[in-house]
């Protein structure tokens, strides 16, 4: 099985992230063959991510793994996310924009998870049990998300883009846009909130 391992930066790799990346690649060395493309190529993240999509079709890998440049996560997060057995699936993860309200540490899943559009749950005090595995959702956010390479071939490009409202006002991130997209194609989404990742900031959000 081929995997195009991304990760797209403008500003360098968190070292915390490499060692993450490296352990990751041994951690599947014997199971996968990668091709690894940390791209630079894009004036915005968007054109960055449709950089690597475009990369990931040309070199006909069987997924494309995103990972940011300030994510951490274990090494067996591949092996989790494609036995899943999804076209689409990311990960539960604090924004570093978390509210100060809520109790953040280190390994923490992100709070609020839009299950549908415009209803949202708080994943960390939700008690139905459907949202304590792998679950459908309105759209997940691309900061580590494990797609089907065949999914891009049933989307029009620009696959990932920012929309904006009238005032220049951004309305909808490129993850949102994508998921949003893929739904329009007929593709499901999903949000795996048991493995624990990080997001680096000045704390582990």
């Given at each position: 099985?081929?995997i195009?391992?991304?990760?797209?930066?403008?500003?360098?790799?968190?070292?915390?992230?490499?060692?993450?990346?490296?352990?990751?690649?041994?951690?599947?060395?014997?199971?996968?063959?990668?091709?690894?493309?940390?791209?630079?190529?894009?004036?915005?993240?968007?054109?960055?991510?449709n950089?690597?999509?475009?990369?990931?079709?040309?070199?006909?890998?069987?997924?494309?793994?995103?990972?940011?440049?300030?994510?951490?996560?274990?090494?067996?997060?591949?092996d989790?996310?494609?036995?899943?057995?999804?076209?689409?699936?990311?990960?539960?993860?604090?924004?570093?924009?978390?509210?100060?309200?809520?109790?953040?540490?280190?390994?923490d899943?992100?709070?609020?998870?839009?299950?549908?559009?415009?209803?949202?749950?708080?994943?960390?005090?939700?008690?139905?049990?459907?949202?304590?595995?792998?679950?459908?959702?309105?759209?997940?956010?691309?900061?580590?998300?494990?797609?089907?390479c065949?999914?891009?071939?049933?989307?029009?490009?620009?696959?990932?883009?920012?929309?904006?409202?009238?005032?220049g006002?951004?309305?909808?991130?490129?993850?949102?846009?994508?998921?949003?997209?893929?739904?329009?194609?007929?593709?499901?989404?999903?949000?795996?909130?048991i493995?624990?990742?990080?997001?680096?900031?000045?704390?582990?959000?």
């Amino acid at each position: 099985m081929k995997i195009s391992l991304a990760i797209p930066t403008n500003r360098g790799l968190q070292p915390k992230t490499m060692q993450c990346l490296l352990e990751l690649v041994a951690f599947g060395n014997n199971k996968y063959k990668w091709d690894i493309l940390i791209a630079e190529n894009g004036y915005t993240i968007a054109e960055n991510r449709n950089y690597i999509a475009v990369q990931a079709l040309n070199n006909n890998s069987d997924y494309l793994l995103f990972i940011d440049d300030d994510m951490t996560f274990p090494p067996d997060l591949l092996d989790k996310l494609i036995a899943s057995q999804k076209d689409i699936i990311g990960v539960a993860y604090h924004s570093r924009g978390s509210s100060a309200k809520i109790k953040v540490v280190p390994g923490d899943i992100m709070s609020i998870a839009e299950v549908d559009k415009g209803k949202y749950i708080n994943l960390e005090t939700e008690t139905d049990p459907k949202y304590k595995y792998v679950f459908e959702c309105y759209a997940t956010g691309t900061g580590i998300i494990l797609i089907k390479c065949d999914v891009f071939k049933k989307i029009p490009q620009p696959w990932f883009e920012f929309t904006y409202f009238e005032n220049g006002k951004c309305k909808e991130g490129e993850d949102w846009n994508f998921c949003l997209k893929a739904k329009e194609a007929g593709f499901k989404i999903w949000t795996d909130p048991i493995i624990k990742v990080g997001h680096l900031g000045e704390i582990i959000y």
